[in-house]
C-alpha cells in the first residue's frame, strides 16, 4: 500500500479512463444584503466526478455559468483548480509535481464534455 495519499497515473493512462459524474450543485449564497442597485453577478457552482475501474479515481472542479458561445443558453466553464485524488505525471518514473499535475488535470477537464452532463443534472436537481 502506497503511503501517499493520491493515485499516481501518466497523462496518457489518465486520458484513457473514463469519468463518471457523480453529482453537481449551485454555491448558496451565503453574503449579506447587497446594497443599493447591487446585483449579483455571477452563478457558480461546484461538480464532482469519479472514475470507473481501480484505482478510484475522484475529481471536482468549481464552475461559473454564463451567456453561450452563440449568446443564446448557457455555458459552463471551470473556475480555479480541480481537487483529486491523483498526481498526473507526463511519464513514467517522473517526479511528483503537484503544480503540474493540477495543469495537466485542467487540460484533460478543458478537452472534455463535462458541461453538457452537469447542465442536465443541475436541471433535474432544481427543477422543482
Not at 27 to 52: H, K, L, M, N, R
Not at 105 to 117: A, M, P, T, V, Y
Request: glycine share 10%.
Amino acid at each position: 500500500m502506497s503511503d501517499k495519499p493520491y493515485v499516481r497515473m501518466t497523462f496518457d493512462a489518465m486520458q484513457r479512463r473514463s469519468l463518471r459524474h457523480l453529482v453537481s450543485a449551485l454555491d448558496e449564497d451565503e453574503f449579506a444584503t447587497p446594497g443599493a442597485g447591487a446585483v449579483a453577478s455571477a452563478i457558480t457552482g461546484y461538480t464532482e466526478w469519479v472514475g470507473d475501474g481501480e484505482p478510484v479515481l475522484t475529481m471536482g472542479w468549481d464552475w461559473e455559468m454564463g451567456a453561450g458561445a452563440d449568446g443564446g443558453g448557457v455555458a459552463l466553464r471551470r473556475v480555479g483548480d480541480p481537487r483529486s485524488n491523483l498526481c498526473v505525471v507526463m511519464r513514467p518514473g517522473a517526479a511528483d509535481d503537484i503544480e503540474d499535475s493540477s495543469t495537466l488535470l485542467k487540460i484533460l477537464i478543458d478537452r472534455s464534455n463535462w458541461q453538457e452532463e452537469t447542465l442536465r443534472y443541475l436541471q433535474r436537481r432544481y427543477d422543482s
